[in-house]
Each structure stands twice: as C-alpha cells, then as structure tokens.
C-alpha cells in the first residue's frame, strides 16, 4: 500500500522536492535545516522575516511541499522534532514545569513597554463600549479580563464565539475598543473580525505573543507576552499565565486611575455575593 502524503516525514519531502525549489525558497529550506529547534515558535512573518523572503514566498513552498499552509507545516514539523527529541526525566518534570513558568513571568516583565501599557490602560478606560475577542484558550483568558474589570465598575463584553464575533465587529464604531487575545496572532477568525472592526475605525488592542502576526498589523497598541507554543503542546498553563500577567497589568492600572470608584465597587460585590457563601 503506498504511503499517504501526511505520513512523509516533514524534512524528507523538504529534501524530495529540493531540486524543484527556486532561488528564494532555497532560502526557507537553508534556514529550517539550521533553526529547527525555533522554527516550530515562528509566526509565517517572522520565518518569512528570517529567511528574508516574502510570506507570499513561503506559502508557496509550503504548499509545494504539498502542505495547506505554515501552520499545517509547522505542526507536521513539530511531531517530527518530538520524537526526535530526547525523553525527559520524569523525576524533573515537576520543576520543569516551575521553572517554565517562571521564565515566562521573567520574559513578559521584560518585554513590557511601560509607555504602550499607559496608552492600552487609557483607551480602554476611557471608552464605554470595550469588548474582548478570544478563541480556545485565549477565550477563556478574556472571560479572566471581564471578571477582573467588571469586578472594578468597568462594564465590557467577551464574545468566544467565531460567528458572533463577526456580527459584533460589524456593529463597532469609532468609540469601540476591541481587545483581541491570540497567541500566536495567526488565528484567523480572529484576524477576520479584527480586520472588520478596523474598517469601521474601532481602536484595536492586541495581546500576543508575535510582533509580527497578520493580527497585529490591525492593530493600534500591542502588549506582548513570552512563552510561545509548539503546535502540539496549545494550552499549556505557562501560555495562560503569560497572557493574564498582561490582563492583570491591563486591569491594575484601570483600577489605579479609579480607586476610590473601583474600590466601592468592590466592596458593594463582596457585599451582594457574601449570601451565596455558607
């Protein structure tokens, strides 16, 4: 029985196609050959960015390796790394998984640009219609944000939803602030409703992890965070943590500029759930 396309190891079909590639993709393979530990990290604009071609360029070599895109790729690629990869110690996984999310606490608190975190702090405290967008896990980051800013007297929405978060990006208007939580920025549903929202001249914050992301070039002010994902290890607790170290960031300066307001209102939610309490 032959063999079906997907169960070809990413890098022998990369090497089965070599003589077909042109100039440019020449490039993309070069780099791949000698970064594959940070390749399964990238975003299509920062490969694209490093083998210095354009990201037109790079779906096509993908897509002559016979892939849908980078991220079907990527994720092909990221297998195949695993299970080249030596096993882990069992004994050590526990502190492993500590030191992780220590150094992504360590990496977001260096990449946060106090200036842009003022101005992300601002817009949304001064607008009255702020709503969150976020799919799988940074849904449920997002459903964090509500919590925490409701909890302060500041009223916002969250839509998870792929569908209802078009129809509710149509709807915005110059006083909108959209808050879109992606990872890796590439989720495009999200990028979709973000793309319509800025068409009808909402303010567009993003939180990422990627500069560079066919999100962020929508965007008005980018928060980044660290720890970026491996196709195969999505969800993981250390990317959660970097994505709500920059919600609690966001929501602690709105309550700063409002303390005695957010303060009340604080006190008069403990007061209303205490009966809920045994």
Do not use: W
């Not at 994505?243 to 209303?272: H, P, S, V």
């Amino acid at each position: 029985m032959e063999k079906q396309a997907n169960a070809v190891k990413p890098t022998l079909r990369m090497q089965q196609n070599k003589q077909s590639l042109t100039k440019s993709e020449h490039k993309i393979f070069d780099y791949i050959q000698h970064h594959k530990d940070q390749v399964i990290y990238h975003s299509l604009t920062e490969l694209s960015d490093a083998s210095e071609v354009a990201e037109a360029t790079a779906l096509r070599f993908f897509r002559k390796l016979g892939y849908k895109g980078f991220q079907d790729f990527k994720l092909s690629f990221a297998q195949e790394v695993t299970r080249e990869a030596k096993p882990e110690n069992e004994a050590t996984f526990v502190e492993k998984v500590k030191d992780n999310v220590m150094q992504a606490l360590e990496e977001s608190y260096e990449l946060v640009d106090l200036e842009e975190l003022q101005k992300v702090i601002d817009v949304i405290n001064a607008s009255s219609d702020v709503v969150i967008f976020g799919i799988g896990a940074s849904g449920i980051a997002a459903l964090d944000m509500q919590n925490r800013l409701m909890r302060i007297g500041k009223n916002v929405q969250v839509v998870t939803d792929s569908h209802a978060q078009i129809m509710r990006a149509t709807t915005s208007d110059h006083n909108t602030v959209v808050i879109a939580i992606s990872l890796t920025g590439s989720t495009k549903d999200i990028v979709d409703s973000v793309s319509i929202a800025k068409g009808k001249n909402a303010q567009v914050v993003v939180l990422t992890n990627y500069i560079k992301s066919p999100l962020t070039k929508f965007a008005d002010h980018v928060l980044l965070s660290s720890a970026k994902e491996s196709p195969i290890d999505r969800g993981l607790l250390v990317s959660k943590i970097s994505q709500l170290f920059l919600i609690d960031l966001i929501c602690t300066g709105i309550t700063i500029k409002n303390n005695e307001q957010a303060e009340k209102t604080k006190m008069e939610i403990i007061k209303n759930t205490a009966s809920k309490l045994y």
